[in-house]
């Protein structure tokens, strides 16, 4: 898999909108000079070929019961020792396929527009997607994580992993509008 930053879909694409109320960065983060590197530890293999298909979060990844899998490159799987230890793992991926210059978007689902910090759309400045799934099995020789279930379309690239540790990452009184588990 090429290590490279790759190129978002330019955002006028069908999948990403337009739609009324939305706007665009002046400049594509995309096509700007990087202020940092980032590489790719590995890549994701899902069961979600297309857009269309693929969970639009991870409880609906959940839901269709399919597992899924997150491969590491040979040279980065020593970093895996002492992940065993977690029942969860945080995985950070690079939505490689999402634009990158939707700065206020109107998502599907609700009457109004929104900025995109105010959302969980792939579409972002920089396109790192949180996920924390279920570790099921862990082979370290491989370099093979096998997870309850993503939500990404099969091969976006790996940025980071770390386990989940709930006296740390949760918050049961988190809310978003007053309500729990809202969007």
């Known amino acids: 898999m090429d290590k490279k930053m790759t190129r978002a879909p330019d955002s006028t694409e069908p999948a990403f909108g337009p739609r009324e109320g939305e706007v665009r960065l002046e400049r594509d983060p995309a096509q700007m000079a990087p202020d940092a590197s980032v590489v790719f530890i590995g890549h994701v293999v899902s069961p979600w070929k297309l857009r269309e298909e693929c969970p639009k ?5 959940r839901e269709t ?17 002492g ?19 939707l700065i206020v978007q109107k998502p599907r689902h609700a009457a109004d527009v929104k900025g995109v910090f105010g959302l969980r759309s792939p579409a972002r400045p920089n396109p790192i997607g ?3 799934a279920r570790l099921l099995s862990l082979d370290i020789a491989a ?6 279930a993503i ?20 918050f049961p ?11």
């Open 57 to 61: 979060n991870m409880r609906a990844a």
């Open 65 to 81: 019961g399919k597992a899924a899998r997150v491969q590491i490159d040979s040279a980065y799987r020593p970093g895996l020792a």
């Open 83 to 101: 992940l065993e230890r977690a029942s969860h793992a945080v995985v950070l991926t690079w939505l490689d396929r999402s634009p990158r210059n």
């Open 130 to 132: 949180l996920h924390v």
């Open 143 to 148: 370099g093979i994580l096998e997870i309850d």
């Open 151 to 170: 939500d990404v379309l099969d091969g976006t690239p790996i940025v980071d992993l770390k386990p989940y540790m709930p006296s740390i990452d949760a």
């Open 173 to 183: 009184d988190a809310v978003v509008d007053g309500r729990e588990g809202s969007r």
